[in-house]
């Protein structure tokens, strides 16, 4: 997956360290640079991009103003060399803020930031009721619900448990996995796992057990989801 990005900073040795760490990074594609506010603006009501790289003191438009102002919005990372207009670059959901002069190695980190906030949004795409689409390794992948055995958190991905298949990670958090599977074909049953209801063979007191065999914690927080399936 390449993201697409601009630069958008009155400062031409900014704009030159920005190109340098974006050799960098394979993932990025920096298709132009600008020194004028203005003329960056003009360009992205034009050509769309990914992820803006965008200076805030800039004496013909100031960063703010131009994020604001913007109807279709990419992912912004603001770089400036003052702290005071950090809380004002969160308000605009900027995915990070580069404090200047910023180094290759935290540079990385807002770009992997980038890359995580793509995958999420990436990931809310939804195919049909049968089968959703899910970030996978830079590319998309097709699960069908049915051969979906159960979904596991494992810290910052999450895991899909497949019949047949070998095991999917993506790079999303289990709540907003949650969110993208029907409720009425998959339920929360632990801080860590989601369930098929179809796949539910038998709930004990503190477990469940699966079709497959498996062995499926019961979290004291979801013990009331599992109980209204019981009474169904």
């Not at 960098?24 to 603006?41: R, Y």
């Not at 055995?149 to 790079?171: G, I």
Request: proline share 5%; net charge neutral; glycine share 2%.
């Amino acid at each position: 997956m390449k993201i697409k990005c601009i630069a958008i900073d009155d400062e031409p040795w900014a704009l030159t360290l920005i190109e340098q760490y974006a050799k960098q990074l394979p993932q990025l594609e920096l298709v132009a640079t600008f020194e004028d506010a203005i003329a960056g603006s003009e360009f992205l009501r034009k050509y769309p991009v990914d992820l803006l790289f965008l200076d805030i003191n800039m004496p013909d438009m100031n960063g703010l103003a131009l994020a604001n102002a913007l109807t279709d919005k990419p992912f912004i990372v603001f770089t400036t060399a003052y702290k005071k207009f950090a809380y004002e670059g969160f308000e605009l959901e900027a995915v990070d803020y580069l404090l200047k002069p910023f180094d290759a190695a935290r540079f990385q980190k807002a770009v992997e930031k980038v890359e995580k906030a793509i995958l999420a949004e990436h990931l809310s795409l939804k195919s049909n009721d049968a089968s959703i689409f899910v970030w996978s390794e830079h590319q998309q992948i097709k699960v069908v619900l049915s051969e979906i055995q159960f979904v596991e958190s494992r810290k910052d991905y999450t895991c899909f448990h497949l019949y047949n298949k070998p095991k999917l990670l993506t790079l999303l958090p289990l709540k907003k996995t949650e969110e993208l599977l029907p409720s009425h074909q998959f339920v929360r049953v632990h801080r860590s796992y989601i369930v098929p209801v179809k796949e539910i063979k038998k709930v004990a007191s503190k477990k469940i057990i699966l079709t497959s065999g498996e062995e499926i914690p019961i979290g004291r927080l979801y013990a009331d989801n599992v109980a209204a399936l019981v009474k169904m």
